[in-house]
């Protein structure tokens, strides 16, 4: 026996041979009496309690505590043939009849002799726990499950389920009659599918037409976004990006005076028959800008577009990488295959600056 005259609970543990969750665990069912010594235990208490250790170590849980998941599979040990989940230990505890000893991450753990003393007393009770749940889980689905049955997005059904006060069961799951019922709804899954957004590059495909024909579109327009997002184009650098409805999309489908099969044939560089129909010419800067976000996009280096009012020219300045992409030459060619911004190549000078590799070099 140690000489000490007082413990703290792990030198107290260390003495009479048990590990700290025996410790805890003897503590909580009084097998060894509370500190009499100013928060620490005596030596004579000490003494007493390993006088004693046999009868304490054969009161003790087998191992220490445990969570949800393995404390369902000690229970389902004294129950046969029930499926017990770690969610029906978790609402033992909510009824009462658990409680939680220790805790792992935020997770509640449980005293091993407690989940057999429930196990043998409340049998039927966890037997019904079991049954409605896996009733529920049958009569449910969760979210995704939802959606794949639908056809629609987790965007999608969360606005629809909002705007018709349908709410989500225990689990966080959701009804199978009621995502049936939004199924059955043709009229609401039509809404959904018109309502859906794309973006730019979307549309384009979506009419099977270039990207440029898009743009045209929306300055003849034709054609208006139903709202913006910000992309995230570089690193605290952001562009606003047009969203446009599946359902805008088709009903342009349907504008007689849009030649859809001359569109669609027209190789890169051919000019655009919308060009007409543009009411207004797109201002200059606006062209320079939109230029420099495609640049910035397509090839991940930061295109910076400067205005020199006394020259009245745009200027490019841009880092190419370290393959020297985009090149003066690349940049050149993109500004001559943009109808709207060609004329314009004359007042804009291009900057790409000497492309290096050496450590720390920033643009």
């Known amino acids: 026996m140690s000489t000490r005259k007082d413990f703290g609970p792990i030198q107290a543990s260390r003495e009479l041979g048990l590990a700290q969750w025996q410790w805890y665990a003897a503590r909580r ?9 100013g928060g620490r235990w005596s030596a004579e208490l000490i003494a007493e309690a390993g006088a004693r250790i046999e009868q304490i170590r054969a009161q003790l849980p087998d191992g220490p505590p445990i969570g949800a998941v393995r404390a369902a599979e000690r229970i389902a040990q004294h129950l046969d043939g029930v499926a017990v989940a770690g969610c029906d230990v978790e609402a033992l505890a909510l009824h009462g009849l658990l409680t939680g000893v220790d805790e792992y991450k935020g997770h509640a753990l449980y005293d091993q002799n407690d989940l057999d003393r429930v196990a043998a007393d409340h049998g039927e009770l966890i037997a019904g726990l079991a049954t409605d749940r896996l009733a529920w889980q049958q009569a449910s689905l969760t979210r995704d499950e939802a959606c794949e049955q639908l056809g629609w997005n987790r965007t999608e059904f969360a606005r629809v389920t909002s705007e018709l006060g349908i709410e989500a069961g225990r689990f966080g799951r959701w009804p199978r009659e009621q995502v049936q019922a939004l199924a059955t709804d043709e009229q609401l899954c039509e809404r959904v599918r018109r309502a859906r957004l794309l973006g730019p590059d979307q549309a384009a495909e979506f009419l099977r037409v270039r990207r440029r024909e898009v743009d045209y579109l929306v300055a003849s327009g034709f054609l208006a976004p139903a709202t913006h997002v910000d992309s995230e184009i570089s690193r605290n650098r952001y562009v606003s990006v047009a969203l446009y409805t599946t359902g805008a999309l088709e009903d342009l489908l349907d504008f007689a005076v849009i030649d859809w099969e001359q569109l669609r044939g027209l190789e890169p560089g051919d000019p655009s028959p919308l060009r007409e129909f543009t009411a207004l010419p797109i201002e200059r800067a606006k062209l320079v800008r939109a230029l420099a976000t495609d640049l910035t996009q397509t090839h991940g280096v930061e295109v910076d577009p400067r205005y020199d009012y006394r020259a009245d020219t745009w200027h490019l300045h841009w880092q190419p990488d ?11 060619a993109e500004i001559a295959a943009r109808p709207l911004l060609r004329p314009h190549r004359r007042q804009i000078a291009l900057h790409p600056a000497e492309t290096t590799v050496e450590k720390g070099s920033s643009r």
């Open 29 to 37: 069912s009084e097998l060894i009496g509370a500190p009499d010594r």
């Open 322 to 332: 370290i393959k020297g992409v985009p090149s003066r030459e690349g940049v050149a």
